[in-house]
């Protein structure tokens, strides 16, 4: 690579589109009523919880699907007419295409530096950021709490034959060198 076309690269993304995209791989977090929010995903203001309680509202705000905040090749869409008023657009990913392969690569690689990232700002709280897959790559997390169920125990990914799950990843900060998978041993 000549220096001509390094410099060339370096200027394909404009600084507010580096800073976008920092902001999902790295996100500023917000703690609001004792709940922790992602800022890209947290709309501000009171948030009311859900039913289960408030790992499930984090798991519910803070879910991220990566071909949600990246343009791809691998989505396609199909219109169904239900009505004369009424479209529905429903999404299909194709799970052999490489931007489908890469936004798994990329969805692995976010949930574990989220988990870093919630353990350097809040080392006083412990934290499961979860990588899931099915038909779209999505990361979501929650706060460990005493009271209440943990979104996925590690058991339950084991044992589970739900589709979603078969390449999922469980980064916990009390543990971040062994995030948990499928198989018995550690990644």
Known sequence: MTLEN??????????????????????????????????????????KQLSDGKTETECFINHTHIFDE???EATREEIENVSEELEVVEEFYDTSHPDFI?????????????????????PQHRFRVYYTQYDNP??????VRMDEALWLTDEAL???????????????TDYLQRPVTKELRPH
């Open 6 to 47: 390094h410099v060339r690269i370096q200027k394909a993304v404009s600084i507010g589109t580096a800073s976008q995209i920092l902001q999902v791989f790295w996100p500023d977090f917000v703690e609001v009523d004792v709940c922790f929010y992602a800022r890209f995903q947290y709309a501000g203001g009171p948030v």
């Open 70 to 72: 990246f343009r791809n």
């Open 102 to 122: 890469t936004a798994c690569e990329i969805g692995r690689e976010m949930a574990r530096m989220w988990a870093l990232k919630l353990k350097l700002d809040f």
């Open 138 to 143: 999505i990361v979501r997390f929650h706060m």
């Open 158 to 172: 084991r044992c589970s034959s739900e589709p979603s799950f078969r390449d999922a990843m469980i980064f916990d």
